[in-house]
């Protein structure tokens, strides 16, 4: 036992050396940290987007809903193709994700319950669903339910390689591929429906009037949000709802027109995924809860200076 | 008393669940689970029951103030509470494990509360960022532990209901007595924080007292039943007996009676099922007949069901369909000046079928010799319409303004809904009038066949 508190202090409490905190953690593995950065900002700029126009439709928990539900959607998807290959994978949580969107609108349109309880219905009774699903056919299904959890970022650059090479760096690795294009189709069609989504957003009677269709945006952003949360869900589990809410909610300290809110947020997501990952190697612990928790850090001191600066200028007033 | 039929109804729903449940299983196994024969069983029911009396009464309370979501925000702030429990303590010891939750909880309700207060973010992203922010503590603090004993707290993510101790469930116990108390001594509280919180504050009522014993509560419950259901499923069990009993009632003491039942009875239903298929995991069973009975519920629920609102809807577009019909007789009748009741099927418009349904109600009777005529109940229908269209679109033109070529698609729809208590308010706003806008006689009530022939000029 006495042996173990001694681990553990020296665990939680690291000597500090600044050979061990600053530079180790980018050169013990430097190859395949380059992965595991490049992943952590390729998933997290376009959550980062995204997040905002959620926000923005008060509907910041809906990648949380999401990524719960999604695992009814893989666990059928595997026991009808068998194959954990990424299409069969996507394809599964994309019908899911919708199906999830349909049954939320599908309870508040006919029923007397809002969106937050028909959320919070659909959320629950889905991932049940999966886990009773896993359960049952457990010896059958390869599906690591701690892995959708908490995600394995680590496990990014052991992935199989994909047929594309960088100069020293060797081959990607496919996560790292499949991860960019998501990324690139993502910010694409945010940028392309940027204005639908805004006009959407703050004035749906504006909207109809010039003749976009409020349903047809929403149900859209759906689909992407649950192409996104897929993605991640390898790599940061149930985190993602992390990377899609904390840099906007910082950016938003900053920010009052969409532009530069959308810039903070990129800048705010990139920081994040690089302090998460060093804190994540220095401290030896999952780096997608590391990157949750740096990101976590920047909104409490984005939050504290805002609160502190308050304070002054209500002083300067009184003063 | 509509909660001893609600009973009634709540047992049977679980006794018809559990009777399909036993074309599953043998019939042995459902006896063996009602006679409390398995040891598994005796352990996990008491508990489990208490805990969806529990989380009902709390749910309900939640989507009321439409904080729902707060479920889910705590089942994943406990998180970081069990890990620190556990490092305090260096022993898997309940007691330990649960306080730290059950502080993290509190933490997670307050630091929300402190965001909403002193940010522009709303209710969702600040929940949003308390649940991810604790919930990366805590996967963080559980990846710190020492190897080997992440295995016991397998049990919190998860659960284990066959495995409560007396301990645990005497926890469950003195929680769900102590919602009940609270709940029962301070109703008048959280009727007025859940429907009308400024009202409470200008009355003097501590509403903000009563919403801090509401988190306590919500958080308390969620952490004495994470062991039994998982954290991550607690926030079903939260949500969705509080969201099915709303379905039937408005009524918020009905609704968390109901709440209450449906928690117990899901809890029965879930437990025997996971009990009969062998293997199931109970967290899941008893969130997935939850759901079913929500479903149920959605579709049938007497008040707010989908069936019935679909029926009435049907109901609805057949009487207008019909209205119409009348009046289209009594436009034929009136070119012709009343001079009889009789028509043919082609010049009315009605269809085959239609003047047969109407023939049903006793509206129309057939003329031997050929056609059609209106029974004297089928004038006055007809007339009452007529009445009703031409009234309101005297009243567009005269009051609001409206051109007179204007009104007649909004009076198409208006005369199906007019009560006679309107028509009457109507006939004094605009002076009994005799005409409307477009110059035709506006039919009065108690109009017959003879008397509109007399007046017709």
């Given amino acids: 036992m006495n042996e173990l508190m001694t681990g553990f202090g020296g665990l939680m409490v690291p000597r500090f050396d600044v050979e061990e905190v600053l530079i180790a953690p980018w050169t013990r593995y430097a190859d395949a940290t380059v992965w595991m950065v490049l992943m952590a900002v390729l998933l997290g700029v376009p959550c980062a987007l995204l997040g905002n126009y959620l926000m923005l439709r008060r509907m910041a928990l809906a990648g949380d809903a999401i990524s719960h539900s999604v695992l009814p959607g893989l666990v059928i998807s595997y026991l009808i193709f068998r194959d954990l290959g990424t299409l069969p994978m996507m394809g599964g949580a994309m019908v899911a994700g919708l199906v999830t969107t349909v049954l939320i609108e599908f309870i508040t349109g006919r029923s007397r319950l809002k969106t937050d309880a028909a959320m919070g219905i659909t959320y629950t009774t889905l991932f049940a669903l999966g886990m009773f699903l896993v359960n049952r056919y457990a010896g059958r299904v390869h599906l690591d339910a701690d892995c959708v959890l908490f995600g394995e970022l680590e496990y990014v650059p052991l992935a199989e390689p994909s047929g594309l090479r960088v100069g020293r760096l060797g081959a990607v690795p496919m996560p790292v591929v499949i991860a960019g294009g998501m990324a690139v189709g993502t910010v694409g069609l945010l940028m392309v429906f940027s204005r639908w989504l805004l006009v959407t957003s703050f004035d749906g009677g504006f909207a109809r009037s010039v003749g976009i269709r409020a349903g047809a945006v929403h149900y859209g952003l759906m689909a992407l949000l649950s192409v996104v949360v897929v993605t991640a869900l390898e790599s940061v589990g149930l985190l993602v709802a992390a990377l899609l809410v904390l840099p906007g909610a910082t950016a938003q300290f900053f920010a009052r027109r969409m532009g530069r809110l959308h810039g903070l947020a990129v800048v705010f997501a990139v920081t994040a995924s690089v302090a998460g990952i060093h804190l994540g190697a220095w401290l030896n612990c999952p780096s997608a809860a590391a990157i949750a928790l740096a990101g976590g850090a920047q909104f409490a001191v984005a939050w504290g200076v805002s609160v502190w600066l308050r304070g002054r200028a209500v002083e300067g007033v009184a003063g | ?457």
């Fill in chain 2, 1 to 457: 008393m509509s909660v001893w039929r609600w009973f009634g109804w709540v047992v049977g729903l679980v006794g018809v669940m559990m009777l399909s449940g036993c074309g599953v299983v043998s019939g042995e196994r459902a006896v063996d689970f009602v006679m409390l024969r398995d040891g598994h069983v005796r352990a996990a029911l008491p508990g489990v029951v208490l805990l969806g009396l529990n989380c009902g009464l709390l749910g309900t309370l939640l989507i009321a103030r439409r904080l729902t979501m707060l479920g889910d925000t705590l089942s994943h702030a406990v998180l970081p509470g069990i890990a620190a429990g556990f490092l305090w303590t260096m022993t898997k010891h309940p007691a330990a494990l649960l306080c730290g939750a059950l502080v993290t909880g509190v933490l997670s309700s307050l630091v929300t509360g402190w965001i909403l207060g002193t940010t522009r973010l709303k209710a969702d992203a600040a929940q949003s960022v308390v649940l991810t922010v604790f919930f990366a503590a805590g996967i963080v603090m559980i990846k710190l532990l020492p190897d080997g004993t992440k295995a016991g707290l397998d049990r919190f993510l998860y659960g284990q209901a066959a495995a409560l101790d007396a301990g645990e469930t005497m926890l469950l116990a003195v929680a769900a007595a102590l919602s009940v108390v609270v709940i029962w001594w301070g109703y008048r509280g959280f009727l007025v924080l859940s429907f009308d919180p400024g009202y409470g504050r200008a009355a003097g009522l501590p509403v903000k007292g009563f919403h801090l014993l509401q988190m306590f509560l919500t958080t308390l419950a969620v952490v004495v039943s994470m062991q039994a259901v998982g954290v991550i499923l607690v926030a079903g069990l939260l949500v969705i007996p509080g969201a099915t009993a709303w379905l039937f009632s408005a009524r918020l003491h009905r609704v968390l009676v109901l709440a209450a039942l449906l928690g117990m009875a899901a809890a029965v239903m879930g437990t025997f099922l996971s009990f009969a298929g062998d293997g199931m995991a109970m967290g899941p069973t008893l969130v997935l007949c939850a759901g079913v009975m929500f479903g149920g519920a959605f579709l049938l629920s007497p008040r707010y069901g989908m069936a019935r609102r679909m029926v009435s809807v049907l109901r609805h577009g057949r009487r207008v369909r019909r209205e119409d019909g009348l009046k289209g007789v009594y436009r034929v009748l009136e070119d012709r000046g009343f001079s009889g009741a009789g028509f043919r099927l082609e010049e009315s418009g009605l269809s085959e079928r239609m003047v047969r349904s109407l023939e049903r109600r006793g509206m129309v009777r057939f003329v031997s010799g050929g056609g059609w005529e209106l029974t004297e109940r089928g004038f006055g229908e007809a007339a009452r319409v007529v009445r009703n269209h031409r009234l309101w679109e005297l009243y567009l033109t005269r009051r609001a303004g409206f051109a007179e070529d204007h009104v007649h698609d909004a009076a198409e729809e208006m005369e199906h809904l007019l009560a006679e208590e309107n028509i009457a308010h109507l006939m004094g706003v605009l002076g009994h009038p005799d005409r409307d806008p477009h110059g035709r006689r506006i039919p009065r009530a108690g109009d017959t066949i003879e008397t509109s022939a007399a007046r017709h000029e």
